[in-house]
């Protein structure tokens, strides 16, 4: 079990299937760009967290609901979490939800302005969503969904056994990053055309095992060598 203190944010598994770099940029270094993506991104999480909490039929959706997990050390806030009543004679388990009668199973949706991206790192995200929720509610979350902003659909997600070991082998992997304070080298490919880092990366600057940090520190060094100190 994590202390409070010790929390990551949920958002931080999605960089580190990414690029590990990439996340030890962000939370070591905590440099930060933006790109058109990112921007693009960041209006659909604003506009999927507003609004109030609202019931249609069977189903309770609750937007932007904070959640924790003490077992994987994890924080963030989720765009949108719908509560589906659970029918009598069905037999699930469920949640009970304040002011609210039955059994209710919570549903996390994610959403993401892009496509679908050939990685997991969408699928980890959710399922973290996903465990947290059952740490929080004592109920198991068998089924979320992404809702991609360039199809404009959904796409259901099953929480396996493999996704959910996956999910948690990434979360020990991103504390073990952020405890070493190592920023892994830098390696470029393909993906880093459309990484908003990318500059403050230099994959082809900032060598095989020096951190952005240490590569600035030695350019202004050698800066001011070149002035005589001046800056």
Not at 91 to 114: D, H, I, M, N, Q
């Given at each position: 079990?994590?202390?409070?203190?010790d929390?990551?944010?949920?958002?931080?598994?999605?960089?580190l299937?990414f690029?590990?770099?990439?996340?030890?940029?962000?939370?070591?270094?905590?440099?930060?760009?933006?790109?058109?993506?990112?921007?693009l991104?960041?209006?659909?999480?604003?506009?999927?967290?507003e609004?109030?909490?609202e019931?249609?039929?069977?189903c309770?959706?609750?937007?932007?609901?904070?959640?924790?997990?003490l077992?994987l050390?994890?924080?963030?806030?989720?765009?949108?979490?719908?509560f589906?009543?659970c029918?009598?004679?069905?037999?699930?388990?469920?949640?009970?939800?304040?002011?609210r009668?039955?059994?209710?199973?919570?549903?996390?949706v994610e959403?993401?302005?892009?496509?679908?991206?050939?990685?997991r790192?969408?699928?980890?995200?959710l399922?973290?969503?996903?465990?947290?929720?059952?740490?929080?509610?004592?109920?198991?979350?068998?089924?979320?969904?992404?809702?991609?902003?360039?199809?404009?659909?959904?796409?259901?997600?099953?929480?396996t056994?493999?996704?959910?070991?996956?999910?948690e082998?990434?979360?020990?992997?991103?504390?073990?990053?952020?405890?070493?304070?190592?920023?892994?080298?830098?390696?470029?490919g393909?993906?880093?055309?459309?990484?908003?880092?990318?500059?403050?990366?230099?994959?082809t600057k900032?060598g095989?095992?020096?951190?952005?940090?240490?590569?600035l520190?030695?350019?202004?060094?050698?800066?001011l060598?070149?002035?005589?100190?001046?800056?």
């Amino acid at each position: 079990m994590y202390d409070e203190d010790d929390l990551l944010p949920i958002s931080a598994l999605s960089h580190l299937v990414f690029c590990e770099r990439r996340c030890a940029l962000m939370y070591i270094e905590g440099a930060w760009a933006e790109n058109r993506f990112t921007t693009l991104g960041r209006q659909m999480h604003d506009r999927a967290h507003e609004g109030a909490a609202e019931t249609r039929g069977d189903c309770r959706i609750v937007r932007g609901l904070r959640l924790r997990s003490l077992r994987l050390g994890l924080v963030g806030q989720a765009d949108v979490v719908e509560f589906h009543r659970c029918k009598p004679d069905d037999g699930l388990p469920g949640t009970a939800l304040e002011g609210r009668s039955g059994l209710w199973r919570p549903f996390p949706v994610e959403y993401k302005s892009g496509a679908p991206k050939p990685d997991r790192c969408d699928e980890v995200q959710l399922c973290a969503q996903a465990l947290c929720l059952e740490e929080m509610m004592d109920t198991p979350v068998w089924e979320g969904a992404l809702f991609y902003g360039k199809p404009k659909r959904r796409q259901e997600v099953g929480f396996t056994d493999e996704l959910r070991g996956e999910t948690e082998r990434l979360a020990l992997r991103l504390h073990e990053v952020v405890i070493q304070g190592r920023t892994p080298a830098a390696a470029r490919g393909a993906k880093c055309r459309g990484c908003s880092l990318l500059e403050v990366c230099m994959p082809t600057k900032a060598g095989a095992a020096r951190s952005v940090s240490a590569y600035l520190s030695a350019a202004v060094a050698e800066q001011l060598g070149e002035n005589g100190g001046e800056p």
